[in-house]
């Protein structure tokens, strides 16, 4: 069995660990900082009605046993703690059985929050988050070497998110088939970031190299993984190359730096000795309690790759998608259908007691999702805003906003704190306004020209009324729908 211990990726599993514990820790500080506003017994979608009706089975998490918004905060913290005991080395150096329960107990806490936060955790990041977790429970500490089964299987991750991500792109949209899908991709994705625009105003044959770049690395790269060294690390150093270029030009949570960890399991010490001051030291087989375990989440990870696998072969396949609750085996994909225009739900308040066609609306300012068009965009990444996601998936269809638009509109009408920490700029710090309501615009990048002149990141149109006026009391079968269109524009000066 001395050919199912990898001693020779050592260094790459302190990287992939590290980096992970980072994740996590940016993962649980979001939690904290968003859960109760999201998910809380006040918040846009309570999860304790949700918990009660689809059961532990479909949904496992301790929130089940006992929840309240203090105690939600608790379970972060819990979570910071553990990870930042990750990031600073403390984990590793514990003894194997207790690295592994610190891991699995990061893994069983985020899972609480994924799988009662509904809408709002229902991200790719979050699911890959969880798979990724799981199996760092089977790479084991700094004393012991680690074993192949669980580096393949890592290696198998990376694999099913890339190749997955490439195949759903190159099936659902021919901007992916003809090159042409970085025209818009910089200024229409979900929260650009400050380079975006430079980005997005690059010449055209650079955006197709960007594209072939793309297919490159998720089409063709991640077949190397699996060939031997100093293959596989070639195939690692490409994905990574192809991360840090999507941590420039936007921003997608902590996607790219979770890939990156996946991505630092294809190198060998050979070739992170050279880049990192880390050398490995003397390390012992593992004993033979924990190989067996590798060799039973080994299997398990065959069995449960079946469905990914036939959704990647599927011509029907599936953008995102998690088999069971535990978030082990899903499918990924990402950016299958680029949009070819930035539509924007901005929302607005007023404090006049009736609205009329005088009344002046003030504008609720987001952290990072465009609104003011002097406002440069900002770069938030790896932090989660999940609220600013939403809404930009809220602009393409009133259809991914049914369940939750009308309540935020409410919690604003009642000044609520929590939502409001959500928010970037409260336009009415006094009291709450009478009445709000929402506007569809349709913005798009200033040229070079138009910033030079008018100081503007962005120029905007208006489409129309995306949720007319709203108050206190209003009717429950009011909500939001297709754009209005209207003949009044607005442009940046």
């Not at 999201?38 to 998490?61: I, M, Q």
């Not at 003011?372 to 991914?400: E, K």
Request: proline share 8%; hydrophobic share 50%; glycine share 6%.
């Amino acid at each position: 069995m001395e050919w199912l211990v990898a001693p020779e990726y050592w260094v790459a599993r302190l990287v992939f660990q590290r980096l992970l514990g980072v994740v996590y820790l940016v993962a649980f500080v979001s939690a904290f900082n968003q859960f109760a506003a999201l998910a809380g017994d006040r918040g846009l979608l309570p999860c304790r009605p949700y918990l009660r009706r689809v059961g532990f089975r479909r949904a496992p998490s301790l929130f089940h046993l006992h929840y309240s918004d203090r105690f939600a905060r608790a379970v972060a913290v819990l979570g910071v703690a553990l990870s930042v005991g990750v990031v600073a080395g403390v984990v590793e150096r514990l003894p194997l059985p207790a690295a592994m329960a610190v891991w699995l107990a990061l893994w069983a806490l985020y899972l609480s929050f994924v799988n009662a936060g509904q809408t709002f955790f229902g991200f790719v990041w979050e699911t890959l988050l969880l798979e990724a977790g799981f199996l760092a429970v089977f790479l084991g500490s700094a004393d012991v070497a680690p074993l192949l089964p669980a580096v393949l299987a890592l290696r198998w991750l990376l694999f099913r998110l890339e190749v997955g991500a490439g195949l759903i792109k190159l099936r659902n949209d021919p901007a992916w088939r003809d090159l042409t899908a970085l025209y818009h991709h910089h200024e229409t994705q979900p929260i650009p970031n400050r380079l975006s625009r430079w980005f997005h105003h690059l010449p055209e044959p650079v955006h197709r190299l960007e594209a072939i770049g793309n297919h490159v690395a998720q089409i063709v790269a991640p077949f190397a993984l699996f060939l031997p060294q100093p293959v596989a690390s070639v195939a690692g150093a490409v994905v990574v190359i192809t991360q840090l270029w999507l941590m420039a030009s936007g921003n997608f949570a902590w996607l790219n730096v979770l890939t990156i960890a996946l991505a630092a399991m294809a190198f060998d010490d050979g070739f992170l000795g050279d880049l990192l001051p880390v050398s490995r030291p003397a390390v012992a087989a593992p004993p033979g309690w924990f190989m067996a375990a590798v060799a039973l989440m080994a299997v398990a990870m065959v069995a449960l790759s079946w469905r990914p696998v036939r959704n990647m072969a599927s011509r029907r396949q599936v953008m995102n998608a998690s088999y069971n609750p535990w978030h082990i085996g899903n499918a990924y994909g990402l950016f299958g259908r680029i949009t070819r225009e930035r539509l924007e739900v901005v929302i607005e308040g007023t404090d006049d007691p009736a609205p009329t066609s005088d009344t002046e609306w003030k504008t609720y300012e987001f952290k990072a999702k465009p609104g003011d068009v002097r406002r440069p965009p900002r770069q938030v990444a790896p932090y989660h805003l999940r609220l600013d996601w939403l809404l930009w998936f809220a602009a393409l269809s009133p259809v991914y906003a049914q369940s939750w638009f009308l309540k935020l509109l409410g919690k604003l009408l009642e000044g609520d704190d929590e939502t409001l920490r959500l928010i970037g700029d409260n336009p009415f710090p006094d009291r709450p306004p009478t009445f709000v309501r929402a506007l569809l615009y349709r913005y798009r990048f200033t040229t070079p020209r138009e910033r030079a002149e008018t100081g503007a990141w962005w120029q905007r149109e208006l489409v129309g009324l995306y949720l007319p006026p709203v108050t206190i009391g209003l009717p429950a079968d009011h909500r939001p729908g297709p754009a209005r269109p209207s003949s009044q524009r607005e442009m940046a000066d």
